[in-house]
């Protein structure tokens, strides 16, 4: 099945830094992606559509801000977490659609300190 | 998208099928039964879909009543490793990347 990666797999960072999540399909283009927030055992939360060439769709309660999304290209879109706080510690998961099937990348999982 | 119900948890013994059920009453005629799993601290893996027959593939299968109200998926002999998981979803099928919104979904334990 098509691939969707996701870098880095998991970082850790102090609170008030930006952290950069890239999330790549690495065998398709993908005009649409999406990207999800997970905390422990919950279910996946949808945060925002990431649109190419245009503004990021999010979610109702998601801080546009604060989830900086980009999608510069077909194959590239990034969520920056900014200005990070241990309540931003969870599980980030992108995904994209391709041949009538949605594919999900890895995940990264992000700590706080 | 429809709301679907699954139960919280399952456990299941290991090479016994798995059956998991999912009801959808409010589901319309264009949508879709769809199925993910996620394995811990991994991103969700497609299993399958189905709209009105039945289907199988080499992972599971997916039974589905006749009103479309409910659905089955059949693990047919379950190993330790499909312990995750489960979500159904109700959907319409989208080649323009409609999103995806996740219950709760149903955390099987595989048990030697």
């Known amino acids: 099945g098509a691939v969707v990666s996701q870098h880095p797999s998991w970082v850790i960072c102090k609170s008030g830094t930006s952290v950069k999540i890239e999330c790549r399909s690495l065998?398709?283009?993908?005009?649409?992606m999406f990207w999800y927030r997970q905390f422990p055992k919950q279910s996946l939360m949808l945060m925002a559509t990431?649109?190419?060439?245009?503004?990021?769709?999010?979610e109702q309660g998601v801080e546009k801000d604060k989830f900086l999304i980009n999608h510069a290209s077909l194959t590239l879109s990034t969520l920056t977490v900014t200005s990070a706080h241990p309540e931003d510690s969870s599980f980030y998961i992108c995904?994209?659609?391709?041949?009538?099937?949605?594919?999900f990348g890895p995940g990264t999982r992000l700590t706080v300190l | 998208d429809a709301k679907t119900t699954q139960p919280p948890s399952m456990d299941c013994a290991e090479g016994r099928a798995a059956n998991l059920p999912c009801n959808h009453s409010?589901?319309?005629?264009?949508?879709?039964v769809y199925w993910y799993r996620q394995i811990h601290s991994q991103g969700p893996q497609y299993i399958i879909h189905?709209?009105?027959n039945n289907e199988t593939n080499e992972m599971a299968s997916l039974i589905i009543t006749e009103d479309r109200k409910s659905s089955t998926l059949i693990l047919p002999h379950a190993t330790l490793r499909d312990t995750a998981v489960y979500y159904c979803?109700?959907?319409?099928?989208?080649?323009?990347?409609?999103?995806?919104?996740f219950g709760a979904g149903t955390r099987l334990f595989v048990k030697a």
């Open positions: 189905g709209l009105k």
């Open positions: 065998d398709f283009q993908a005009t649409t």
């Open positions: 995904s994209a659609w391709t041949r009538n099937e949605q594919f």
């Open positions: 990431s649109n190419e060439g245009s503004k990021a769709t999010y």
């Open positions: 409010t589901i319309s005629g264009n949508e879709y």
């Open positions: 979803i109700v959907r319409v099928k989208n080649t323009g990347g409609f999103k995806t919104i």
